[in-house]
C-alpha cells in the first residue's frame, strides 16, 4: 500500500509540474516590446539629466530626443502589425483542454494497468527471490544466489566448479575462466580443470585459441595425455596457425580413439569437415573422396556450413573490434591467423598491413608481428 500512495503524490506532482504554465497563462507577461520601451523612456529621462548638469547641449539634446522618439514610434508601429487577433475565449479554452488532457494521462494509463497488469502481485525484494524454492528460480537468481554465497563463503571450492561451467554456458567467459582459476587455486590442478580454463579463454578470445589458452591445454595434456577436451582445441589451434596437416592427424585419432556417440568424436568429425572444407575454397578444387566421407559423416550431426558461418562471425567482431582499438598486438595475431586457417590470404595481407600502420612500421610489437606472420606464410611478397 505504501507503494501505491507513493505512486500517486509522485505521478500528481508531475501532473502539476507541467500543468503549472497553463495555469499561469492569463498572468500578464511583460513582452520583449515592452521591455524596449522601458529601456528608450529611461533613456530619456536620463537626457533630461544630462541636460540639466549642462554635460551635454540643448541642441544635441533635442535631437537625441528626436532619435528615440522615432525609435518609440517604429517600436509600436512593430508591435501592433504583429499581434495576432484575439478571439474571445480562446486561451481559457486552450488552457482547459491542456489540463485535462495532461490529466487524462495517468488516469488512463493506471486505469489499463489495473485491467491489463498484475497491480494484486506480492512485491519480490532480491533477498526473497535468493531465498525461495530453486526450483521455482529462474537461472540468473540461481546464479545471484551461488554469487552471494561465495562472497560469503569464498573457499567453496565445490561452489566454484558448480558456478563456473554455468558462466561459461550464460557466454560469461571471463567469469568462467575467472571461477576455473579459483578452482584451482583452492584445489590445485587437474586436467579436466585445467582443460575447462583453456576453453573458457577461448570463449573470450572470440573462438580463438590464444597463448594463455593452449598454456593451459598444455597443462591438461601433461596431466592426462588422453584429455579430450585439451588434444581438440590443441588440434585447433595448430589449425589456426596455418598447421593444417598436424590438425587433421589430431581430430582422426581424437575420433577414432572415442566410443560411437561420444560428443568429442561429433565435434573432432566437424572440425574435420570444416577444415576439409576450408582447404577446398582455397585451392577451388573438389573434395576427395576421403574427404567428402568425412563431411558426410559430420553433416548428421551439424552441417559445415552452420560451423563455418560462426567462426566467420566471431572474425569479423574481432577486425571490428581492432578497428576501434587497433593497438592490440595480440588481437591483430589472432585475426592473421584466422584468415589464413579461413583461406583468405588477401585479407590477412592486407590485415598485417594495417597492424603494421597502427602499431608503428619500426616498433618492436610490429617485428614481433611481422616473425609471426611470416611463419603463417604471409609479408613475404613485396
Known sequence: MLFWTLAAILTLA??????????????????????????YRDQLAELEREVQ???ISESDAEEARAEIGRRILRLKGANEEDRPPRV???????????????????AISWGLYGV?????????????????????????????????????NPGD??????????????????EAAKAYRKVIDLAGPTAEREAALGEALVGTGGGIVTEDAEAAFDRALKLDVENPRARFFIAMARAQEGNPEEARTIWQELAASMEEGSPW????????????????????????EEEKAAEDEAADDMTSEARQEMIEGMVASLDAKLQQDPDDPEGWR?????FV?????????AALARAREALGPQSAEAGKLEEFAASLGLGTKE
Open 14 to 39: 508531475a501532473a502539476l509540474a507541467v500543468m503549472l504554465p497553463f495555469l499561469r497563462g492569463g498572468e500578464r507577461t511583460v513582452s520583449e516590446a515592452e521591455h524596449d520601451l522601458a529601456v
Open 53 to 55: 548638469r549642462g554635460l
Open 157 to 174: 571450492v565445490r561452489g566454484w566448479e558448480v558456478l563456473a561451467p554455468i558462466y561459461a554456458r550464460l557466454g560469461r567467459y571471463d
Open 88 to 106: 474571445p475565449g480562446q486561451g481559457k479554452l486552450a488552457r482547459v483542454i491542456a489540463v485535462v488532457a495532461i490529466l487524462a494521462v495517468p
Open 341 to 349: 586457417v579461413l583461406g583468405r590470404r588477401d585479407e590477412a595481407e
Open 265 to 288: 568424436r561429433v565435434a573432432a568429425g566437424q572440425a574435420l569437415a570444416s577444415l576439409a572444407a576450408s582447404e577446398r575454397r582455397a585451392s577451388a578444387s573438389g573434395p576427395s
Open 116 to 152: 491489463l497488469g498484475s497491480p494484486n502481485m506480492p512485491a519480490q525484494p532480491l533477498a526473497a527471490r535468493l531465498t525461495k524454492d530453486p526450483s521455482q528460480a529462474s537461472i540468473e537468481e540461481l546464479v545471484a544466489r551461488a554469487e552471494a554465497h561465495l562472497a560469503a
Open 334 to 338: 589472432m585475426l592473421l591467423r584466422s
